[in-house]
């Protein structure tokens, strides 16, 4: 491995039950910011995502659809993938539950807590989500309906009784509380810690780890004697049943990086820096898989990140509820970039956050197509109009007003993408960009270019600079920006005349650091030619007309 810092990245896999929503990708699209930022920083980086593929629910649907579940799964990842590949998602690997590797990967980890005694047999009797797997009573709603699931309200429980393997989870109980006492900034933000330490000190409960009667799973390697379940032929004794759904899931993010293949590539990458997850799955994330990770003997994350929902109305974003809106729409109207752009910038990372198409074309209007679409735009047009297309160098940072705002602008803004609250990092820059804005009619270059054409030297100097401070200030916000915006800035840089020598995945080229001090860029030279990069969406109807409401 080179010198290079290694930051290794996942998501939470998605569950591949139905066609994705905006709100599905919301965090996926947050760890490719960040993925992005921490490649072009110099980091080496390896970005983790992928779909979650078995559990009765998807047999269930594939069997009414008269498809075989595997048959529904493909077709449901290749949805994913395409809304990903809409929204710009560059991971190192798309994982998915059903790969071979994977498969492995759990078997392991199941006679990893085997043999150190943590799983036993025992009967199991109660309430199974379809969704999401066996539910505790307190974690159940219940209303004049029925008892229900609170993450799937529309999917009907079944009242289950089987003898399967359990997880030792209540073993764990003091080794979770003495390492969340040790290592306090692991799950953030703090209240999302707190409310996990506040489950753990209740007692924690075993798990299930296996299904009786489910064979649209990853097989259960052991019989009840700690045995193989493996046939001569290589199968498995369906007699032995199938690994529960959440075991399987949470074991992605070692398979990932090589676990149990490849050991070397394993040690190099793990553990996770940076596990990025819903507020939903918290207890499975920060309970459940470290002590599974403890069990196998392996170490823990070093910080899980914990995101809110996207609400409308006060409601929880989803497809079950009818409100939620489809990607692939909305990057049809907004753009790759556009959407990447107002969703991290109007959704809170840190917290759940009210949506609507309304807020979402205000901000794409005010802040892309008026400040920094129009900032570009009208500094390159300038440039043409009033120096002949000739790129002038920035002044001095010591001379220059913007430079001195740029160097608070870009302090906090990193400051927040290393934090993860990127709507905040965004905001940082896009005051800048007010900023520069400003600077734009309090020196009215169109009143300096008159005074120049009419002798006045000094007038011509301080019109040079000017007009250098300005393209410079759109010049350090495109690169800054790339990992939000990752197919504007190449254009950023295309319009402004300088190079942009980072690969498509934000791979590639120097420390983005070295490129983000006042007056790092190419000297001399010419600008290209102003295009638009987000022409302004002339009204929020028609937005509606052209990307309306998943179904």
């Known amino acids: 491995m080179s010198a290079a810092r290694r930051f290794y990245l996942t998501t939470a896999i998605a569950y591949a039950n139905s066609r994705p929503g905006l709100h599905t990708l919301y965090e996926v699209v947050g760890a490719d910011a960040i993925a992005r930022w921490h490649r072009m920083r110099g980091d080496e980086t390896f970005f983790l995502t992928g779909t979650d593929e078995y559990s009765v629910n998807i047999a269930i649907t594939a069997a009414k659809l008269g498809k075989t579940p595997r048959q529904f799964v493909d077709e449901m990842v290749a949805l994913f993938r395409a809304a990903e590949d809409a929204l710009g998602i560059a991971p ?92 306090p900034d692991w799950v953030q933000p703090e209240y999302r810690r707190n409310e996990m330490l506040g489950f753990i000190r209740q007692g924690l409960e075993d798990f299930s780890v296996s299904r009786e009667q489910a064979p649209w799973g990853i097989p259960f390697p052991l019989r009840a004697d700690g045995s193989t379940a493996q046939l001569p032929d290589g199968s498995w004794d369906p007699a032995a049943g199938t690994v529960y759904v959440w075991f399987d899931a949470l074991t992605n993010y070692v398979t990932g990086v090589g676990f149990p293949d490849d050991p070397e590539r394993f040690t190099r990458w793990w553990p996770a820096d940076l596990h990025i997850i819903g507020k939903d799955i918290n207890r499975l994330h920060t309970i459940m898989w470290p002590a599974m990770l403890m069990s196998a003997g392996l170490p823990l994350p070093r910080r899980v990140w914990v995101h809110g929902w996207l609400l409308v109305q006060g409601e929880r974003m989803s497809k079950s509820r009818g409100n939620f809106l489809d990607p692939n729409a909305v990057v049809a109207a907004l753009g790759t970039d556009g959407t990447r752009y107002v969703l991290l910038r109007e959704v809170a990372f840190d917290r759940d956050t009210d949506v609507s198409w309304d807020s979402f074309v205000r901000r794409y209007n005010a802040d892309l197509a ?13 440039t043409a109009r009033y120096l002949g297309g000739e790129r002038p160098a920035p002044r001095a940072a010591a001379d220059a007003p913007l430079a001195a705002a740029w160097r608070a602008a870009r302090a906090v803004h990193e400051e927040k993408v290393a934090a993860c609250l990127l709507h905040d990092a965004l905001a940082a820059l896009w005051e800048f960009v007010g900023a520069a804005n400003r600077f734009v009619d309090a020196e009215q270059p169109w009143v300096l270019a008159k005074a120049a054409r009419a002798g006045d030297t000094a007038a011509r100097v301080r019109l040079h600079g000017v007009l250098g401070d300005l393209l410079e200030a759109c010049r350090l916000v495109g690169f800054a920006a790339a990992p939000f915006i990752p197919r504007t800035a190449p254009r950023v840089a295309e319009q402004l005349g300088v190079p942009y020598p980072y690969e498509p995945d934000g791979n590639g080229g120097p420390p983005l650091g070295e490129l983000l001090d006042w007056g790092s860029g190419p000297s001399g030279g010419r600008i290209g030619t102003p295009v638009p990069l987000f022409p302004r969406l002339e009204t929020e109807a028609e937005l509606v007309s052209r990307a309306g409401p998943g179904q």
């Not at 025992?122 to 219940?142: H, I, K, M, Q």
């Not at 309200?153 to 003898?163: D, F, I, N």
């Not at 008026?370 to 300038?382: A, H, K, T, W, Y």
């Open 370 to 382: 008026n400040d920094f679409g129009n900032l570009v735009n009208r500094s390159l047009s300038m």
């Open 92 to 183: 190192d690997r798309f994982i998915r539950t059903t790969d071979p590797d994977h498969v492995r990967a759990v078997h392991e980890m199941i006679r990893r807590a085997y043999d150190r005694g943590d799983l036993y047999q025992g009967t199991y009797e109660g309430w199974y989500c379809p969704n999401e797997g066996f539910r505790a009573p307190s974690d159940l709603v219940e209303d004049a309906t029925g008892v229900h699931c609170p993450n799937h309200p529309g999917v009907e429980l079944q009242w289950l009784s089987e003898r399967n393997w359990f997880f030792r989870l209540s073993a764990y109980q003091e080794r979770l509380e003495r390492y969340y006492a040790e290592h």
